[in-house]
């Protein structure tokens, strides 16, 4: 019965990684933050005049009459950022206690405390200091992290090319690791002394233990916590990673502190076996599909155009479907032991997991896959897209004196299907004169998992799509661009103190300085000459809401056209 419950917990934590995954990636406030060292001012004040006058000849200095006092809705999902890291935490915790190198350790541990304590209330206290001391451990790996890259490099995580390159090879390894290529340990000489230390009576030799567990375990754990700590500090917060590793740490604590108050739940542990192995491979599986992700954001931020989304879904069915082959027991790896038959979880786990491919399969003609929309690339980057073929087109009369819009090169791959904005916020305001409507502004990024889930589930819907394709002017300023400005656009922010040498950092630098935020996506309603009509508005995923935001932006340009 235990090991029925196990394997159902194994299924669960399959469905859970991705949607934890997708559901912290979308609750995050932002994907590309503001250039470093940016301190915020309010709106109108000296140092922002002065910020907006440096933009040259593409953004003019604005008279902004309406000071922006209220950040935009995502800034409010901040505060569940670490909540939702501690989260993926346990969740990796729990499944590393299924690892090879740590569930045989169970009975071991708590059986020595037993034996050494001499009596059941000193083997508990012995338990939980060793549970705690597990947790300090792997607290002050996280903490390190943090001091060794620093606030403000934790923040350019998220787009930067070499990071992303890097934590897309790490987390290959990792997989290849899992299923069963190598194995990642440390120095025995090292481990051998601390193993030593253990011997030791007292409160230092239990500490002592429970770092011989965190380092004779590395094998099995150190791909969870590296995925973990890459996730947490590519999140941009500071406390990210101390927070994922102490959900971690205290997921694995549990059991020791469990099985010391309760001896006798020993007993009805299952046995090891091949089984635990299997675990490492379905890991090392899912592993490997995350990895495509951190190479995705290099891709499109500059612009190589080779994972485009039908490639990324052809690479993750691929992945999703050796998974299902190996647990059906068609695939066997160098650690595997026989698969004489199938157990009834595994068979129910092989259904999951083929169900999930099924799910994907029309994502490659352009269905809309809305439960991970904000994971995969824009949908723009399909090449073939059957809803092109019904997708409403840009209305006819929108058309102005601009005859090439700047920019559309480049960003045209990142625009949902249907709509027509300009990337440049000078010609976005040249447009709303000349139409007479406001201009939506929309500060975006190609790595912006927030933006593509808001395009595709508020965008998608008809009364949305409708307003802002017949009632707005629509400029996407992209935050997190990596093309370099010609020599003559290049300055110096007054505001930032930085050197503007990209599209991406131009506008992020604007949006910081002119309404003083840095997330995204933030929707911003101005008029003609930049002033701000309502209160900004990020990301919200009712479209009720939405349709409320831009008919009151609409309600007051026309107002304020009618004085």
Excluded at 136 to 160: E, P, R
Excluded at 192 to 206: F, M, P, R, W
Aim: glycine letters at 6%; one cysteine or more.
């Amino acid at each position: 019965m235990k090991k029925v419950l196990l394997l159902i917990l194994i299924a669960s934590m399959f469905i859970a990684l991705p949607a934890v995954k997708s559901y912290a990636l979308v609750t995050q406030d932002t994907t590309a933050k503001a250039p470093d060292d940016i301190q915020f001012t309010e709106v109108g004040s000296a140092q922002d005049s002065a910020a907006n006058g440096v933009v040259k000849d593409s953004v003019k200095k604005d008279t902004v009459k309406m000071a922006v006092l209220a950040k935009s809705k995502t800034a409010d999902s901040e505060k569940l950022t670490l909540w939702q890291t501690f989260i993926k935490g346990l969740i990796f915790g729990f499944a590393a206690i299924l690892m090879p190198c740590i569930f045989p350790m169970l009975p071991l541990t708590v059986s020595f405390f037993t034996k050494k304590a001499g009596s059941r209330s000193k083997a508990i206290g012995h338990a939980f200091i060793y549970g705690i001391s597990i947790i300090i451990i792997y607290v002050a790996l996280g903490m390190l992290v943090t001091i060794a890259f620093g606030s403000d490099a934790l923040n350019a995580l998220s787009t930067n090319g070499i990071f992303n390159s890097f934590f897309f090879l790490m987390l290959v390894v990792f997989g290849a690791s899992f299923l069963g290529a190598f194995e990642i340990t440390l120095p025995s000489s090292f481990v051998n002394k601390i193993d030593a230390k253990s011997d030791k009576g007292g409160l230092v030799g239990i500490f002592f233990m429970a770092f011989s567990l965190a380092l004779v375990s590395f094998s099995c754990t150190g791909p969870l916590i590296g995925t973990l700590l890459v996730d947490a500090a590519s999140k941009g917060d500071r406390l990210g990673p101390a927070v994922g590793m102490f959900g971690f740490s205290f997921a694995l604590a549990i059991p020791f502190a469990l099985f010391a108050l309760f001896p006798s739940l020993l007993k009805s542990l299952p046995k090891s076996g091949g089984w635990l192995n299997s675990v490492k491979v379905v890991l090392g599986f899912i592993e490997l599909a995350f990895a495509f992700k951190f190479l995705s954001n290099v891709d499109l931020a500059y612009h190589w155009n080779l994972l485009d989304r039908e490639v990324f879904l052809a690479i993750w069915i691929a992945i999703f479907a050796l998974m299902g082959m190996y647990l059906l027991g068609k695939l066997k790896f160098s650690h595997d032991s026989d698969l004489p038959f199938l157990s009834v979880p595994r068979t129910f786990l092989a259904i999951l997991v083929f169900a999930w491919v099924i799910y994907l399969i029309p994502g490659m003609w352009g269905a809309p896959l809305k439960s991970i929309s904000a994971f995969l690339p824009p949908t723009a980057t399909q090449d073939f897209d059957l809803n092109n073929l019904t997708a409403a087109q840009p209305s006819s009369g929108s058309k102005t004196s601009i005859k090439e819009k700047k920019y559309a090169e480049i960003f045209h791959r990142l625009t949902p299907k249907g709509f027509d904005p300009y990337y440049d916020f000078e010609q976005a305001k040249q447009a709303s004169k000349e139409l007479k409507k406001p201009v939506l502004v929309d500060f975006t990024g190609w790595n912006c998992v927030n933006c593509r889930k808001m395009e595709n589930n508020v965008w998608s819907n008809p009364e949305v799509a409708k307003r802002l394709r017949e009632d707005f002017v629509m400029a996407e300023l992209v935050v997190d661009d990596k093309t370099e400005l010609p020599e003559s656009e290049q300055f110096v922010s007054t505001f930032s103190k930085k050197k503007i040498t990209t599209i991406g950092k131009k506008w992020s630098d604007f949006q910081a300085s002119t309404y003083n935020s840095n997330s995204q996506p933030q929707y911003v309603i101005i008029d003609a000459e930049g002033n701000v009509l309502v209160p900004p508005q990020g990301a919200d995923y009712n479209p009720e809401n939405y349709i409320k935001f831009l008919d009151s932006g609409k309600e007051a340009f026309k107002k304020q056209t009618n004085e």
